[in-house]
DNA sequence: ATGTAC
């Protein structure tokens, strides 16, 4: 395919064939030999994203792209309501409002390496993690589930899960309102049930860091981020139910849309009118999933508050807040442009620039903190929402490194090695639930992260706050 | 991502 460079960092695919719109997507030379090599397909994905109905131009992507299901992971796309624009499944992923939750501590590197190994297993005992990973503690009735569903995180903190501040610092408060729990099927409150406070398995972590560098000082200390200072990423999101949410109404669009005249070149791509019943039903299914995403983060949050607390550190010295929740799979109703558009972000997270209503004022003056996760032997960013991300990528920025090797490459890379043994020689504590997971998600696995922050600076999508470096690590 | 093939 045919596209050219328009800007730093930045390259369009003009519309051909089906495409509606013009493509736009955010790399940079390094990340372009990859996009025109392994990577190709994902550009592709980009292509038949906009050929959809009512898709607003751009179609976009992140520096972060990688292959998807029907969607590339990483992509940003904007539909309108009023001309026929519809939601897609695919657009959001299987993982419903997966994200992360960065907790900022008042401990430092010193407070904390004496406790390292205690803290690690304490993690591991008290957060389970893995494939199918249940609470035992913690159960909540269906008629509580159904409550979750329709109010997300501020349900928990009501029942004494968290503190009441917390929520102010979460994305939408912790609640898209508009979820219909009776849109969700009764397998996917089975599946979700036991799984609220679990990690999952995959790329979902839990880490320990430090700040090992600070960019921006005014950014930095508006977030209340200083050197050497503790801090917690939660990376998870809506487990099984958020998985089943997605698979029945795949299901669903598929059989309807040559109904609607929606013409796929992908199944995967299935979509719905969004102001069709079943457009409607999905999307107050997927908020319902997405507060249950939110409600999981928080209950993780007061598990790693408690796990803290076992250790030696009460509320007073561990201090641990939440410095914001950010989700990177959803759907949501924003105004660009002068109009109300839907905006699907796949791998991509919200990264509203300064002076923007939805950021907790503490924050607006110098954007929405932005956080990207690397792999767990290097490091992780926060970076700030820009106002240029507000003109050019519907307020979208990357979500993560982006993987380099297959899953099944990188177990055979890891097959001779001992990666957990490694990253302690390093000062990196891995517990695990299977080492398979461990050699799934070696570091060498994942792009270095830096080369996607770069990107996503060069093209002023996001500008680096700072940077953060892993201590323990709890994987599924 | 995922009761990793209901």
């Known amino acids: 395919m045919r596209f050219e460079k328009i800007a730093p960092y930045t390259y369009r695919i003009p519309r051909q064939g089906k495409m509606r719109v013009d493509a736009v997507f955010f790399a940079s030379e390094e990340i372009l030999r990859d996009l025109e090599g392994e990577n190709y397909a994902s550009l592709q994905q980009l292509v038949n994203v906009a050929t959809l109905p009512g898709i607003v131009e751009p179609a976009l992507a992140m520096p972060d792209i990688h292959w998807g299901y029907g969607f590339p992971i990483g992509g940003v796309a904007a539909f309108d309501p009023e001309e026929g624009g519809v939601v897609s499944p695919g ?3 299987f993982d419903i409002n997966c994200g992360v939750r960065l907790l900022a501590s008042h401990l430092t590197l010193e407070d904390l390496l004496p406790r390292q190994k205690e803290l690690a297993d304490t993690l591991y005992r008290l957060i389970p993690s893995g494939v199918g990973s249940e609470r035992k503690d913690v159960r909540f009735s269906k008629k509580e589930l159904k409550e979750i569903l329709k109010e997300g995180a501020g349900w928990l903190i ?6 009441p501040e917390d929520l102010h610092f979460i994305e939408s408060e912790g609640r898209l309102p508009w979820a219909d729990p009776d849109k969700v099927s009764e397998r996917a409150f089975e599946r979700g049930a036991p ?6 398995s995959g790329n979902h972590f839990l880490e320990v860091q430090y700040v090992d560098q600070i960019y921006d000082e005014e950014a930095a200390e508006a977030f209340g981020l200083f050197p050497n200072q503790i801090t917690v990423l939660i990376h998870t999101g809506s487990r099984g ?8 109404y795949v299901e669903r669009f598929l059989k ?4 609607y005249g929606i013409e796929l070149v992908d199944k995967q791509l299935a979509a719905a009118p969004i102001k069709s019943p079943e457009g409607q039903d999905y999307l107050q299914a997927m908020a319902a999933a997405a507060n249950f995403a939110f409600a999981n983060r928080q209950l993780i949050a007061h ?8 250790v030696g550190f009460p509320p007073r010295d561990h201090g641990l807040r939440v410095l914001y929740d950010l989700a990177h799979n959803n759907a949501k109703f924003e105004e660009h442009g002068g109009k109300r558009v839907l905006v699907h972000r796949k791998g991509a997270t919200r990264a509203f620039g300064p002076g923007h209503p939805e950021i907790p004022p503490e924050y607006r003056k110098v954007g929405q903190p932005v956080l990207v996760p690397g792999d767990m032997g290097r490091y992780s960013y926060v970076l700030s929402g820009t106002e240029k991300a507000m003109a050019v990528s519907f307020g979208s920025s990357c979500h993560g490194a982006g993987r380099k090797m297959s899953r099944h490459q990188a177990k055979r890379v890891a097959r001779e090695r001992n990666l957990i043994k490694e990253l302690a020689e390093r000062g990196i504590l891995v517990r695990a639930a299977t080492k398979a997971t461990v050699d799934e998600e070696m570091p060498e696995a ?11 600076q060069g093209a002023g999508i ?7 470096r892993p201590l323990i690590v709890v994987k599924g």
């Open 91 to 93: 657009g959001v992923g």
């Open 158 to 163: 009501r029942r004494g899960f968290g503190y």
């Open 195 to 200: 799984q609220i406070g679990t990690l999952g």
């Open 241 to 248: 139910l958020g998985h089943q949410v997605c698979q029945d």
């Open 256 to 259: 309807v849309d040559p109904r």
């Open 303 to 310: 598990f790693v508050r408690e796990a803290f607390e076992v």
């Open 446 to 456: 994942y792009k270095d992260v830096s080369v996607v922050v770069e990107a996503v």
């Open 462 to 468: 996001g500008k680096k706050v700072a940077r953060l």
